[in-house]
């Protein structure tokens, strides 16, 4: 049974903050992806990895980086956390061949004030 | 640039009333989709792809390469499938998403 795991349910941070993001998968999948979902826009991509130190710009990289130093954990940063990044946000991962299914973490729930 | 279009951000039904989420994309190459779906308090997972030609939990999805459509449907709707249905589109390459606004299924009793 695949277990994606997120540090956080919810988060709350002020305007400013370096915001730290950390997602953990055991069951060896290459691929990683950080999604923030907002209603009405669905999912949107910020980042994701196909192995460790790689990384891939998604559909929305403003304002955050990543980092994959292991293979199983992958980290989403804001270094300056602004009010519009206030979203849950998403981790998935998925085996490296293509059209894959993605497993999806619970999600954390960041406020910024 | 693939874009998956979801008209409806909300769909209310009565038990056992005929079910179909909409789903339009726009892509150059030769689709695969998927539909993922979010039970309350619960992650989202994958309910059925494309590729694997697959009913679950009673639902189907027909691609419609002339009306770049892939609905899902499902003909007598149960309340336990009330949820927040997206529908998905991998690029070309096959490890990429891109997900539509999602519509949320209200199944009434």
């Known amino acids: 049974d695949v277990k994606v795991t997120q540090s956080s349910r919810y988060l709350v941070k002020r305007t400013g903050e370096k915001v730290f993001l950390e997602c953990v998968q055991d069951?060896?999948?290459?691929?990683m992806f950080w999604y923030r979902q907002d209603p009405g826009l669905g999912l949107r991509l910020i980042y994701f990895?196909?192995?460790?130190?790689?990384?891939e710009k998604g559909d929305i990289p403003e304002g955050y980086s990543v980092s994959r130093e292991k293979k199983e954990r992958f980290s989403l940063i804001l270094e300056s956390a602004s009010t519009n990044q206030t979203s849950m946000y998403l981790c998935?991962?998925?085996?490296?061949?293509?059209?894959?299914?993605?497993?999806f973490g619970p999600g954390t729930r960041l406020t910024v004030l | 640039a693939q874009r998956v279009t979801q008209p409806e951000k909300l769909l209310s039904v009565f038990k056992g009333a005929p079910v179909e989420l909409k789903c339009n994309y726009s892509?150059?190459?030769?689709?695969?989709l998927f539909w993922y779906v979010q039970y309350s308090r619960q992650r989202l997972q994958l309910l059925l792809r494309?590729?694997s030609r697959e009913s679950i939990k009673g639902f189907t999805a027909d691609l419609n390469k002339g009306e770049t459509s892939f609905h899902l449907k499902k003909p007598f709707a149960q309340e336990e499938d009330s949820a927040m249905y997206y529908c998905?589109?991998?690029?070309?390459?096959?490890?990429?998403?891109?997900f539509g606004g999602g519509t949320r299924l209200m199944v009434k009793p």
């Open positions: 998935a991962s998925s085996p490296l061949a293509p059209y894959n299914e993605q497993f």
């Open positions: 069951m060896d999948h290459e691929n």
């Open positions: 990895s196909y192995d460790v130190k790689m990384k």
């Open positions: 892509y150059s190459g030769s689709p695969e």
């Open positions: 494309h590729i």
């Open positions: 998905a589109l991998f690029n070309n390459a096959g490890n990429m998403l891109t």
